[in-house]
């Protein structure tokens, strides 16, 4: 698959999150296989103006690329100087959200709110086209709300704008998160224009990206809560996708092995005050599998400090030496 000038081995990519896609953790779904990741939303206004804390979230090393930064807004000066800084700091394509469903962003006229406006979108999607010389791609949802289809027409009109991919949420806006995908609704975008339309949404199983992939006509799948605590979704999704039947899972070790890499990444990352506050949520994704998780959950709380948590990834996972 080809997005703009940019080759993707496969169409198996790592789906934005807010507070998950940061770089220590793009980083291991890369070495999982994703052939694409793509970094948290950011505002673009704080983009544009290189407030410190956005640029922080947007740093990106050669190891990760091909990677996407994503910003969202609602005016297009903005976006333009947004797209430009992300360009600037090293990502292979700008990706611009138009699918959030969260409140605050909503009640000011960004993110999901604008799926109701299909010429504003393209409005977007051409002033960032101006300013960068990388792929602009954008993230959509179905529609407004449940009979409020307008993704086929805003696809069109973001392809007339110059924007190189689509990235469909296969829910509404109103849906948010709750109930099942329509990847119907993927596939047709997929016959509406000429650009790669990829899909995301209720993929949790390597057997479900392969079964959207093959049921929606897709170029590719942004998968998100399915990796999280996961990442190896990618590399078994992708030994399905070229034949093979057999999936290994990872074994103990191999989870705590990542789960520590991951972790010792986030404190170099973040600070160690911030570190620690994300530490329970992401040990808890890692071991959800565990047969003794409320246990687990309940140490992971008292855990204080870094020293504490690799003695307690020894005790539950016992990772080999790394």
């Given at each position: ?7 993707l081995?496969?169409?198996?990519t ?6 998950h896609t ?8 890369k070495?999982q296989?994703?052939?694409l990741v ?30 996407v ?13 947004a797209?430009?800084v ?5 990502f ?8 959030c469903p969260?409140?605050?962003?909503v009640?000011r006229g960004e993110?999901?709110?604008?799926m109701?406006?299909p010429?504003?979108?393209a409005?977007?999607?051409a ?19 449940a ?7 805003t696809a ?8 190189a991919?689509?990235i469909?949420?296969?829910?509404s ?7 099942g995908?329509?990847?119907?609704h993927?596939t ?9 339309v990829l ?10 990206a392969?079964s ?12 998100g ?14 030994t ?5 039947r057999?999936i290994i899972e990872?074994?103990?070790?191999e989870?705590g092995?990542?789960l ?9 990352f ?6 620690q506050k994300?530490?329970?949520?992401t040990?808890?994704y890692?071991a ?5 998780f ?9 855990i204080?400090?870094?020293?504490q948590?690799r003695t307690?990834v ?9």
């Open positions: 698959m080809r997005i703009g000038n940019i080759s081995a496969h169409g198996l790592l789906a934005p999150m807010e507070e940061s770089l220590p953790f793009r980083l291991i779904c070495q296989g994703a052939s793509c970094s948290e939303r950011i505002d673009a206004k704080d983009v544009a103006e290189r407030d410190k804390r956005a640029i922080k979230l947007l740093s990106t090393t050669s190891a990760e690329r091909p990677a930064g994503q910003i969202s807004g609602n005016d297009a000066a903005q976006i333009g100087e797209a430009r992300i360009e600037e700091l090293g292979s394509m700008v990706d611009l959200n138009f699918e969260i409140r605050r962003l009640g993110g999901g709110a604008l109701g406006q010429q504003r979108i409005e977007l999607v002033a960032a086209k101006q300013a960068v010389s990388i792929p602009v791609t954008v993230k959509l949802r179905t529609g407004p709300k009979g409020e289809d307008t993704a086929v027409e069109q009109r973001v392809e007339q704008a110059g924007g991919a689509i469909l949420h296969a829910r806006v109103e849906q948010a998160y709750l109930g995908p329509d990847w119907q993927v047709r975008v997929k016959e509406a224009v000429s650009i790669p899909g995301s949404g209720g993929v949790r199983t390597p057997q479900d392969i959207f992939l093959e049921s929606s006509g897709a170029d590719g799948v942004a998968i809560r399915g990796c999280l605590g996961n990442p190896w979704i990618f590399q078994q999704a992708r399905l996708l070229f034949g093979s057999e990872p074994s103990p070790a989870r092995k990542v520590l890499a991951l972790v010792e990444h986030e404190f170099e973040y600070s160690a005050h911030l570190a994300r530490l329970a949520r040990a808890c890692f959800k599998f565990l047969p003794d409320a246990e687990f959950k309940k140490e992971i709380h008292a204080k400090n870094l020293a948590f307690l020894r005790e539950w996972f016992r990772p080999v030496a790394r």
